[in-house]
């Protein structure tokens, strides 16, 4: 008889699987533990285990072997690491990481059951040495040490001998970094603040409706020679103000100015993995959702990678220019999965913690990188939210958008909210609240579905998304405005900020700030390069003219407008829809296709500034959405129109009408009677009277959005 599989459960009690229960004989079974033998106690027999009880506790230092007639089977310890019997002996709130003071620096780092730790310290961030090593000291699982003296300009990492195994990890708490990644560098992070950095603030937003997002790219959005950046690719070349294209038009800083938005929210800053982009040579790209040190911003964007303060300082001055410039500032992170499976911090410090398995041991992969980080793990949750709270507070950020936030739980999302709360000033936080088949039970999973447990965080909405302009899972797929027939139904509920509007408009959400409204963003493809592909028969010009509609869409409806960095001029990929690791001639924005499109981003210009100029379309709540907002029924097919009445939200106008008209001829419909301002149409975004109508019907082109008010 053999046994198939053994499960620590808890301190003293084992399930086994074996072959065959009726052979079983517990005379011919061993427990080791380490090289001690542990008595069994007590032992139970059900339809499909045996459930063993040691008489003295198992040493989580030393493995766990059964012998059956001399055969040997090594227990697992991932069941006793979820328990709660384990989290409530060993979590700790003690903060983690290294602390450094001129005259000494403490290290703390946590690994129950680890048989020794060493602190390694090096004198440079990557080449071979001998290192000083110093011996830390366990405190129930909370290894420590302080080291006398200035250790200013050092690298170190810790050795660590878990079961046997010999492992050298870079501190997950490490704030900064050497070249590549491999080390942590130990400075004086007052040394990494510009000056006034917090004293330049970011404009205050009223309610998360207010933002206007913008999806930023690091390296893509200066990285063309188009852009007149001189430090292309780097963060301070996003600082740089006063940038021009060959056309004379504005670029980087100052085109997202002029454009009008109110949040950059800049793809992943955290430092990735060095397999991914090489510091040394970065000519390999990668958008970066391959997390190493999440605590530490990547030196590839920085003019000097050897120096981990550089990189520190400079993001700290990007930050502080787009504040100074009216910018708040958004940072992606991807806290649901880390880029390599065993080559990573979390795994080496704590094997089989920080990760989700299912019953037979094998990793959880919903993120599709072979690993989802157990976000309800406590020790877990505490990183996350500590490194959320870090990241907010040391760069004083003014929001966190989470990459594939249904992977993780809405406990976790939950205390980061109430962390970031306690801050007492605007924080957005908003994700990807997809649905994602993670080993973790549904009502816990941090997606649209459960959205009504954390109803204070915002989720992309996908229903928007492919509802204007047709499936991201397929190319040919159309949408509204590309002539799909029966969309106004979904495309009204995202109209309402997708909240339970009535029985007819049905959405997910408490509120419309749970709604993150967008049709395109760096996933798949571009909405230029989308309409391409879906519309390869139509013209240059009815295309644009689904460009402008698919965003006026957008910036029209109740929730959180989302815009992918370029999309106001037309931004292609040539065709290329996951461009994580194309090269830069197809991520980089060409700033070329400004002046090429100058009428497109004018109209995107003239509609945020619609948006930021007229309060009825950013209600707070879901009370002023059903009191404002009212449909128009009985239009004809392929048309929505609406309107926001009664002064919405402390509006200058009384009475808005909104009309989408998604046809490509001109249609007439019926609408209340007043003397209307039109303010916009299909050629003209903005908030001034292009002219007056006093009437009860109205014609409106073909594929236009029409804006009237009185």
């Not at 961030?125 to 040490?145: F, K, Q, S």
């Not at 007492?424 to 459960?450: H, I, V």
């Amino acid at each position: 008889m053999f046994i198939l599989q053994a499960n620590i459960i808890n301190f003293n009690s084992i399930k086994i699987k074996v072959i065959s229960l009726p052979d079983f004989a517990i005379e011919k079974l061993t427990v080791l533990n380490g090289t001690n033998s542990l008595p069994v106690k007590n032992y139970s027999i059900t339809e499909d285990s045996i459930l063993l009880e040691t008489e003295r506790n198992i040493n989580i230092k030393n493995p766990c072997t059964l012998l059956y007639d001399g055969n040997p089977s090594i227990c697992s310890y991932l069941q006793l690491y979820k328990s709660q019997e384990f989290n409530n002996k060993y979590f700790t709130n003690e903060a983690l990481g290294c602390f450094y003071y001129k005259n000494y620096t403490t290290f703390k780092v946590w690994s129950p059951p680890a048989s020794s730790i060493t602190l390694l310290l090096y004198s440079t961030g990557d080449d071979l040495e001998a290192p000083r090593a110093i011996e830390m000291n366990d405190n129930n699982g909370l290894w420590d040490v302080s080291v006398q003296g200035d250790l200013k300009g050092f690298y170190y990492t810790y050795k660590i001998v878990i079961l046997n195994e010999k492992y050298e990890a870079v501190d997950p708490y490490a704030k900064a970094v050497g070249i590549n990644g491999l080390r942590a560098a130990i400075i004086d992070m007052d040394e990494t603040t510009p000056v006034d950095f917090y004293n330049t603030p970011a404009p205050k937003i009223k309610n998360y409706t207010d933002a206007i997002l913008y999806e930023v790219s690091i390296r893509d959005i200066t990285g063309s020679k188009t852009s007149g950046v001189k430090n292309k690719g780097k963060y301070l070349g996003l600082a740089e103000e006063n940038t021009f294209s060959p056309d004379g038009l504005s670029t980087g800083l100052n085109h997202i100015k002029e454009l009008g938005i109110t949040h950059v929210q800049l793809m992943p800053i955290f430092d990735f993995s060095y397999m991914s982009v090489d510091e040394k040579n970065p000519e390999k790209y990668n958008w970066g959702y391959d997390p190493q040190n999440l605590n530490a911003p990547e030196g590839s964007y920085s003019t000097n990678p050897y120096n981990p303060t550089c990189r520190i300082y400079e993001l700290k001055e990007l930050i502080k220019t787009l504040h100074k410039n009216g910018l708040c500032v958004v940072m992606d992170m991807v806290y649901n999965h880390v880029y390599h499976n065993t080559e990573n911090s979390f795994e080496k410090i704590f094997p089989g913690y920080y990760f989700r398995y299912d019953n037979s041991g094998k990793r959880s992969d919903g993120s599709g990188c072979g690993n989802d980080i157990a976000s309800e793990q406590p020790m877990a949750a505490k990183f996350i939210v500590d490194s959320a709270l870090y990241w907010v507070n040391e760069y004083n950020l003014d929001g966190l958008r989470f990459d594939l936030m249904g992977l993780l739980d809405v406990n976790s999302m939950n205390k980061i909210r109430e962390a970031l709360n306690s801050l007492r000033r605007p924080l957005m936080l908003y994700g990807e609240g997809w649905y994602m088949n993670t080993e973790l039970s549904e009502d816990l999973k941090a997606n649209m579905f459960n959205s009504y447990k954390f109803p204070s965080i915002g989720h992309f909405n996908d229903s928007i998304r492919d509802g204007v302009k047709g499936s991201v899972f397929s190319k040919e797929d159309k949408g509204f405005i590309s002539g799909k027939q029966g969309q106004e139904q979904t495309i009204k509920k995202c109209i309402t900020g997708f909240i339970n509007y009535s029985e007819k408009y049905k959405g997910l959400f408490i509120t419309p700030s749970q709604s993150v409204n967008y049709v395109s963003a760096h996933d798949n493809n571009t909405l230029w390069d989308k309409l391409q592909c879906s519309n390869p028969q139509d013209n240059f010009e009815d295309k644009k003219s689904m460009h402008k509609l698919a965003n006026a869409v957008v910036l029209m409806s109740q929730g959180i407008p989302f815009l992918h960095s370029g999309v106001e001029f037309c931004r292609t990929k040539n065709g290329i829809e996951n461009s994580y690791n194309s090269p830069d001639e197809i991520n980089n924005i060409n700033w070329l296709r400004k002046a090429e499109f100058y009428d497109v981003f004018n109209y995107y210009k003239g509609l945020i500034n619609i948006r930021k100029q007229h309060p009825a379309f950013r209600l707070p709540n879901t009370e002023g959405v059903k009191a404002h907002l009212s449909f128009i029924e009985n239009v004809p097919n392929n048309v929505i129109a609406f309107t926001l009445s009664g002064y919405a939200n402390n509006d200058s106008w009384d009475n808005i009408l909104v009309i989408f008209n998604a046809n490509k001829n001109n249609v007439k419909l019926n609408i209340p009677f007043a003397k209307w301002n039109v303010t916009s149409d299909k050629y003209i975004a903005g908030t001034e009277t292009l002219r007056i109508l006093e009437t009860d019907s109205v014609e409106v082109e073909g594929l236009s959005f029409n804006l009237f008010h009185n």
